[in-house]
Nanobody, 117 residues
Framework: QVHLVESGGGLVQPGGSLRLSCSAS????????MGWYRQAPGEQRALVASISSGGSTRYTDSVKGRFTISRRNAENTVYLQMNSLKPEDTAVYYC???????????WGQGTQVTVSS
């Protein structure tokens, strides 16, 4: 089992920035993909961004150019730098990880991000 702990959520004004962090422990392997999903009220969870162990990244179209995912392999940690935040980015953000064949096998508890003036 892998244990994921997220931090960094909160309330921010439109146009502002937040940085989410997620640390993995337990049966985590360096080859695991790490990523972030989000779930807005009344909507399904959706992938925001992911990063492979080698650093290859993927982003959903709505965050390209605004969000940056990165990871520190030595610390089993993934980050999501979110800039130019919009109200529609408001959601609970979940850290995920897993092997390449199942990159969302393990989930964190989630952290709330609210973008509002």
């Amino acid at each position: 089992q892998v244990h994921l702990v997220e931090s960094g959520g909160g309330l921010v004004q439109p146009g502002g920035s937040l940085r989410l962090s997620c640390s993995a422990s337990g049966a985590f392997y360096g080859i695991y993909v790490m990523g972030w999903y989000r779930q807005a009220p009344g909507e399904q969870r959706a992938l925001v961004a992911s990063i492979s162990s080698g650093g290859s990244t993927r982003y959903t179209d709505s965050v390209k150019g605004r969000f940056t995912i990165s990871r520190r392999n030595a610390e089993n940690t993934v980050y999501l730098q979110m800039n130019s935040l919009k109200p529609e980015d408001t959601a609970v953000y979940y850290c995920v990880t897993g092997p390449p064949i199942a990159p969302d096998r393990f989930w964190g508890q989630g952290t709330q991000v609210t973008v509002s003036s």
